[in-house]
């Protein structure tokens, strides 16, 4: 399977699947999710995995979602793109979407592509 354009979900409802709960500790690192996260299914980002996807807007743990694409994180320093995916009638700034994920996207370099 070829690597999935992260850009060609901008703007589109996906479903998530969580594997990262909010609240649940990461497994390596030990650091605490303060989203729900999870991955696109049937995907494949620059890592070989899923695509994975933060989940904003919502402040409890979940196992499935379905959101709208509002932006993307594209790592300068790593290849794995992350989707940020909101309630479909919310939109959050740039600077409300790195405080959301900063504590994970601190250990690296990114953009915001919208």
Do not use: C, W
Request: net charge negative; no cysteine; glycine share 8%.
């Amino acid at each position: 399977m070829k690597k999935t354009n992260s850009k060609d979900f901008l703007g589109k409802e996906v479903t998530v699947e969580i594997d990262r709960m909010l609240g649940t500790k990461h497994p390596k690192h030990g650091f605490m999710y303060m989203l729900n996260y999870g991955f696109i299914p049937n995907t494949i980002s620059g890592d070989g995995e899923e695509l994975d996807a933060y989940i904003i807007g919502v402040f409890e743990p979940i196992e499935k979602y379905i959101g709208k694409v509002i932006a993307i994180i594209h790592r300068t320093n790593d290849d794995d793109d992350k989707l940020v995916v909101a309630p479909l009638e919310k939109d959050y700034s740039n600077d409300a979407i790195r405080a959301l994920t900063e504590f994970q996207e601190r250990f690296f370099d990114s953009i915001i592509i919208r």
